[in-house]
């Protein structure tokens, strides 16, 4: 049924859940799975972009938490005998980065958490999850 899953992770404990969803879905299925974070910039970047040097200790925070957060699903999807590849990259828009990956990879199920944001934060800052499911063309499981 699906071969290949995608697993967009942000290193919270909801996006680990979801993580292990994926893992288990795939080993019961002989599928693999790309483990995904995207690196968002310095909020400040995306207002005056020209003005604004890229912090390098931002940036190699960012890129070792991203490194860490894929080391542990690549350790969580060994343990349970499923091909693991992944990769990081910095974008603005999380959610493009995730489908645009779906499709590179031709991952055919994405498998996220949705932090389940209500009220004026969801108006305000929408959700990534509903996101990539109104843009992407894979279907999506959403863990809570």
């Known amino acids: ?10 290193g919270s404990e909801l996006s680990l859940r979801a993580v292990d ?25 995306a207002y005056v972009a020209e003005f604004v040097q890229v ?8 890129t070792a938490d991203a490194e860490r957060y894929l080391a542990e699903v690549h350790q969580r999807a060994t343990a ?17 980065a995730i489908v645009e990956v779906a499709r590179k990879h031709q991952c055919d199920l994405i498998v996220m958490a949705s932090h389940g944001r209500h009220g004026f934060d969801r108006l ?18 959403v863990c809570r």
């Open 55 to 62: 912090d390098p200790e931002y940036t190699e925070e960012a």
């Open 21 to 45: 969803t994926g893992i288990e879905l795939a080993a019961r299925l002989g599928a693999s799975v790309y483990a995904f974070h995207v690196i968002a910039p310095l909020p400040a970047s």
């Open 80 to 96: 349970a005998g499923v091909a693991c590849h992944s990769s990081y990259q910095t974008d603005l828009r999380p959610y493009a």
């Open 1 to 10: 049924m699906f071969k290949r899953i995608l697993l967009p992770v942000d």
């Open 124 to 141: 305000l800052l929408g959700s990534e999850t509903q996101k990539v499911i109104l843009n992407g063309d894979v279907p999506v499981l």
